[in-house]
């Protein structure tokens, strides 16, 4: 279908993927631009999840391509590619159902994000040489100051299954982050959240755009805050995108007022 | 509310005893001599019975009701603030002068008490270090291992075979033993990658098992079940010493090698691989999906647990000098897990603790040794139910935030 853009991070081409008989993804065209804050949308089941599992590597697409471009500027493809390598690339994930390290602590969960950005190996472990000191250091300050973006370093000490939910959530956030990204994947980082905490999020997410020069790709059920935060929105529906374009043109879009008000009335 | 309570565990109990005691009426009470033709009915029993299954059930119920109230803090999934007793032993002004006493009392030791103290000690010792090293792989990086001996089987018979036939000391076969221990670690990491929970139990049980019996029929290599003897005791810079001497420079070897495994594994849990570990046994994918090579921590996994396994093994051959594969049976890795499980997954002190109490309590119980394994079996699951994170549980390290370097950013 389209060109792939000069700009463009993440370019998915006719993606599908098959589980068994069940067709999760049905030939696919994705794209995310530098800088760009998009929106997948699309009822429950429709396989925005499985779309940010496929292009991380946690399933290998049955058919298809997926492109990305890191901040080395070079493209590479990336399916089937394993999912720690799809981070170290640049492209890190929150999922959908919180997957924290729950008995490590707020301050230790983000640092694990650093871990593919540091080097200190068994040695370095044991013998605690003054290389091996600077770069803990600068793992425990760099999250820290993580922490302090999203607002947690006050619970920095806290195990993380202790945390409030919409902690959990926001941590989640820092700990993608710490793997310093060029494309930050958040699947329902809103959901849980109360009208106030979605706000802030919606604020943060803004913030990070702009100090980490990430693109965002985020899964989202909260219009209000889908219409108002995302460059461009793609919906999807059984697998397929059925729609796509500034929130705009998609909310006229007749395909899109069909699923959503067969399906959800919210919309 | 809590009258209510125990007036319904009264009930409970009562229902519970007159059962118990019903079901075991014909055992109990009756007894049929055959010889004199006669039938006792040993009515006394039935009340000792009686009182003895209610009591027990009326303090199980109130125990279970206890850590019920407990609510939220027995929860696997939340971490409880610690108790008064844990946030003043974890205090250094407690701890270290503790330490330092301990460390005193464990140097004095084999001129304190018999040779016979001090070889059980030795023995507790091999333990602790074989504990903090499965700890690594199951109370660290939660990998289920219970063929752990396998490893330990490695390096006493590589130290057994390369001292009977090529006349090799303790020193030169000690990193050996180490080496070797990771070498096997690695052979079994691999083709349990792909493997979790049940699956790798099940696995990592057969590798051990796979060990020992090729250990046990394979009699050209190792001599079968017969084993290796006059396997040599540790060189002390060619000084020749007695047999008492030897035992008390063996227990200072392990003494050295619980403060190395101490050091060790204190320094890995706190660093760069030791919360990968951690991650991996919170969420393997997403720790994999955190940028973390979950071969790779998985394989360091094996390898660092089965290090300290190798290097015991070639202890415990300089130590008994004789070895056969009995000594490496299903029952020692599982002793060794339970050391782990009832210490606390990950926490270095419980596993110290677990290792003393399992290796030591039956040494000085020899009394009950008849109910030796009922015992042990009722101790584990009490610990179950009631502390299923272990006699201490295992705390992350605190860090300190340069505040300096982060303010000026
Ligand atoms: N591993 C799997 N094996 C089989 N089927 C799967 C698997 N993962 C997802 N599916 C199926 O694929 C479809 C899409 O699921 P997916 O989780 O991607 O939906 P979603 O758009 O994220 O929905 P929600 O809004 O509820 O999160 C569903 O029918 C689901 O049952
Ligand atoms: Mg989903």
Same mark, same amino acid.
């Given at each position: ?26 030939? /696919? ?48 493809? *990336? ?128 913030? *990070? ?11 989202? !059920? ?42 959800? #009335?919210?919309? | ?19 118990? #005691?019903?079901?075991?009426?014909? *055992? ?10 006669? *039938? ?78 001090? +070889? ?46 090529? !006349? ?60 290796? #003897? ?12 007695? /047999? ?49 090579? +979950? ?110 370097? /982060?303010?000026?950013?």
């Amino acid at each position: 279908m389209s060109e792939t853009r000069r700009d463009a991070v993440l370019s998915v081409r006719n993606m599908s993927m098959n589980f068994g008989g069940l067709r999760a993804l049905s030939e /696919v065209d994705f794209e995310v631009r530098k800088g760009e804050v998009v929106a997948l949308i699309g009822p429950n089941g429709a396989g925005k999840t499985t779309f940010f599992n496929c292009i991380t590597g946690i399933y290998a697409p049955t058919e298809g391509e997926v492109l990305a471009t890191a901040r080395d500027g070079k493209t590479r493809r *990336i399916n089937g590619m394993r999912t720690n390598l799809v981070c170290e690339l640049g492209m890190a994930r929150t999922f959908q159902n919180i997957r924290l390290f729950a008995s490590m602590t707020a301050l230790e969960n983000v640092m694990i994000g650093r871990h593919c950005r540091t080097r200190e190996g068994l040695f370095g472990a044991i013998f605690r040489g003054p290389g091996t000191r600077r770069e803990e250091q600068e793992v425990v300050d760099k999250s820290y100051r993580l922490l302090q973006k999203v607002g947690l370093e006050n619970v920095a000490n806290e195990y993380a299954s202790n945390l409030p939910y919409g902690a959990q959530r926001r941590l989640e956030i820092a700990r993608a982050l710490a793997t310093e990204p060029f494309l930050l994947l958040l699947d329902e980082p809103a959901a849980g959240m109360n009208p106030q905490e979605t706000l802030e999020l919606k604020e943060m997410v803004i913030q *990070i755009r702009h100090e980490f020069d990430v693109s965002v790709l985020l899964i989202e !059920h909260d219009m209000k805050m889908v219409m108002s935060l995302s460059d461009r929105i793609y919906v999807m529906e059984y697998g397929r995108v059925i729609a796509t374009g500034t929130p705009a043109e998609v909310s006229a879009d007749p395909e899109v007022i069909r699923a959503y008000l067969g399906e959800e #009335s919210d919309a | 509310m809590a009258a209510e309570s125990f007036v319904k565990n009264l009930k409970k109990s009562a229902v519970a005893a007159l059962w118990l #005691s019903f079901l075991t009426m014909p *055992i109990m009470v009756i007894r049929v001599d055959t010889v004199e033709k006669t *039938i006792a009915w040993r009515w006394m029993h039935l009340v000792w019975m009686l009182v003895g299954s209610f009591v027990f059930a009326l303090a199980w119920h109130f125990l279970m009701d206890r850590r019920d109230r407990g609510g939220a803090a027995t929860d696997a999934n939340v971490e409880p603030t610690p108790s008064r007793f844990a946030v003043w032993l974890a205090n250094p002004r407690v701890n270290r002068p503790l330490m330092a006493l301990g460390l005193l009392f464990a140097t004095a030791f084999p001129f304190l008490f018999s040779v016979y103290q001090t +070889n059980i000690l030795i023995s507790a010792l091999i333990y602790v270090v074989l504990g903090l090293g499965l700890n690594i792989t199951v109370g660290l990086a939660g990998l289920l291992d219970l063929g752990y001996v396998a490893f330990y089987a490695v390096g006493a018979y590589a130290y057994a075979l390369l001292n009977h036939h090529f !006349h090799l000391g303790f020193w030169a076969v000690l990193p050996v033993g180490g080496i070797l221990g990771a070498f096997f670690g690695i052979l079994l990491g691999f083709p349990v990658l792909r493997l979790r929970g049940d699956y790798l139990a099940i696995v990592t049980l057969g590798f051990g098992e796979i060990v020992r019996l090729v250990l046990q029929n394979w009699d050209a290599f190792s001599f079968g079940p017969s084993g290796v #003897s006059n396997i040599d005791r540790p060189g002390f810079f060619g000084i020749t010493y007695s /047999v008492d001497q030897a035992t008390t420079y063996i227990y200072y070897l392990a003494l050295l090698g619980v403060l190395l495994a101490i050091f060790v594994s204190g320094r890995l849990k706190d660093s760069r691989v030791g919360r990968a570990w951690l991650a991996l046994r919170e969420d393997e994918i997403a720790c994999q999906a955190m940028g973390i090579d +979950n071969t790779k921590a998985k394989l360091l996994a094996f390898a660092m647990g089965a290090t300290f396994a190798g290097f015991m093994g070639v202890v415990f051959a300089a130590k008994t000098t004789y070895i056969n594969p009995a000594s490496f049976t299903f029952m020692e890795s599982a002793m060794i897990l339970a050391i782990v499980v009832l210490g606390g997954m990950g926490s270095i002190p419980g596993v110290i603790l677990g290792a003393f109490l399992l290796m030591l309590l039956p040494e000085y119980m020899r009394a009950f040794s008849q109910y030796r394994m009922l015992l042990f079996g009722a101790t584990m699951i009490l610990v179950m139910v009631f502390r299923p994170q272990g006699l201490i549980r295992a705390r992350r390290k605190i860090y300190k935030v340069n505040i300096n370097t /982060v303010d000026k950013a």
